[in-house]
């Protein structure tokens, strides 16, 4: 790969005038280079294209200079720091952290984000209050990332501390391993273990290493700092005008936990919210032989009983139809509660009547409410992926394991729909379970007492989470 700036400087060696600033160089270019990772928590490309929280933002950064964006991968996220230093981009954005070996060679902006730095253990295996307790116990973290230099200063403190630093695999494949027992710890950010942690149960924070690590795109340390300065001003901007919260919100912000909290508001809203559209439910229900609690679920999943709701993506109303949804549908106004109501109620019972009839009850529904959020060709695929892992297609068990592979190139790149975000909709069916668990609860329960109201919440934590606490 051609070392451009070397270019520009060699051709206007012998001249009077001053080399142009890396701002210059990347205007008169037209093009803003960018290194980063494929990651669900940075760069990956989906059926609609480049996505990701990295790509999102870095692509506004572009078109607010006016210049194309270039994007270049790395394998892991141990490439970043050199091939940045070594002239082949402008910048990285790659979920870094600023430590101490990165700030050798590189320069951070202005932070965007910041995670804490997770200890994770597998429940069962004892788990450590210091990390003295460590101490003789297997390790595994990811090469060249922030997580071996934790582990190196920790070895400062602690000498008789020993770990393994993978090159190969990234932080994804190392809980994957805890999870099944090969190793007892890895560390993980906790974007990363966010989205993770919720197909590996058993996996728990041991420790918090480190706590608001900011997160901040870098900048080769050798080069002047107009670039930097530029990018600075978009984030702070970015910031303030809502945006950075938007593209948190679309990559992050389903991995929240749906606990205590989320329960007691999903109450209210039940109380205060529903009322205005709780016929229509109803009545949508009845027109499509789908039971309205479960279209009230899927309505608060996509909406939480929202009318005027829109994503960053694009889609609207309580049951957030998609514009080429609703052009199906020949819904003209995806704002109007009932359209929206009648309309996903129909997308969903299509969704139903896709599904292959060895597909038993409930599963069938789990099955088709995966496909109202991913796409049935998706389904299919991950079916495919099953029957190769010996699984059984029609088990939504083993679906809902298949379906985060959809997001791994060895397993999308086998299958005719490609990649998807195959988390998403196991986190989606989970959650609408538990919407449906409660919707039910209150709706049999309505005439209770106020004195027994409070008492109850408990037993409704339980149903939406699946535990006795």
């Known amino acids: 790969m ?7 400087s060699a051709a206007l060696i012998g001249t009077c005038s001053s080399p142009p600033s890396t701002l210059e160089q990347v205007l008169e270019l037209g093009e803003l280079r960018v290194v980063t990772r494929e990651s669900e928590t940075a760069y990956f490309v989906g059926p ?7 790509y999102d933002l870095v692509r506004g950064f572009a078109e607010e200079l006016g210049v194309s964006l270039v994007i270049e991968t790395v394998d892991s996220v141990s490439e970043v720091t050199p091939h940045l230093a070594n002239g082949r981009s402008h910048m990285a954005a790659a979920g870094l952290s600023s430590t101490e070996s990165r700030r050798e060679l590189l320069i951070f902006g202005h932070p965007y984000n910041t995670v804490t730095m997770h200890l994770i253990y597998k429940l069962g295996n ?6 003295k307790e460590i101490v003789g116990r297997s390790i595994e973290v990811a090469a060249g990332s922030s997580h071996s230099d934790m582990m190196r200063s920790l070895g400062d403190v602690y000498p008789a501390l020993v770990w393994t630093e993978n090159d190969v695999d990234e932080v994804a494949d190392l809980l994957k391993k805890v999870a099944l027992g090969e190793v007892e710890f890895t560390i993980a950010d906790s974007t990363e273990f966010g989205i993770q942690r919720h197909f590996y149960p058993d996996l728990r924070v041991a420790l918090d290493l480190k706590i608001a690590d900011p997160i901040a795109w870098a900048f080769r340390k050798e080069g002047d700092d107009s670039l930097l300065a530029r990018a600075d001003e978009y984030i702070i901007n970015a910031d303030r005008s809502g945006y950075l919260a938007q593209v948190n919100d679309r990559y992050f912000g389903h991995t ?3 606990d205590y909290v989320g329960t007691r508001a999903f109450i209210r809203h039940f109380e205060t919210r529903l009322p205005r559209y709780r016929q229509m439910f109803e009545e949508a229900g009845e027109s499509f032989s789908v039971d309205w609690r479960l279209l009230a679920a899927l309505g608060y999943q996509e909406s939480h009983w929202r009318s005027h709701a829109v994503s960053p993506t694009g889609v609207r109303g309580i049951m957030m139809l998609t514009k080429a949804t609703a052009d199906y549908l020949d819904i003209e106004d995806r704002m109007d509660p009932s359209s929206s109501i009648f309309g996903g109620a129909e997308f969903f019972a299509r969704q139903t009547e896709r599904i292959p009839d060895s597909v038993d009850e409930p599963d069938r529904t789990w099955f088709a409410l995966a496909a109202y959020n991913v796409g049935f060709n998706h389904i299919k695929d991950a079916r495919q992926i099953v029957e190769w892992q010996g699984g059984d297609p029609d088990k939504w068990v083993d679906l809902s394991e298949a379906l985060p592979l959809l997001a791994q190139r060895k397993w999308y790149s086998r299958v005719p729909f490609g990649y998807a975000r195959g988390w998403e909709p196991v986190l989606y069916v989970n959650n609408i379970r538990a ?11 309505e005439d209770l007492p106020e004195d027994a109201e409070d008492g109850a919440e408990s037993d409704l934590v339980a149903l939406a989470t699946g535990t006795d606490e």
């Open 2 to 8: 051609r070392l451009w700036f070397i270019a520009i």
């Open 48 to 54: 609609d294209g480049p996505a990701g929280p990295e």
């Open 126 to 131: 004892g788990k450590p209050r210091s990390v």
């Open 256 to 258: 929240e936990k749906f």
């Open 435 to 445: 919407y449906y668990n409660i919707i039910g609860w209150l709706a049999d329960n």
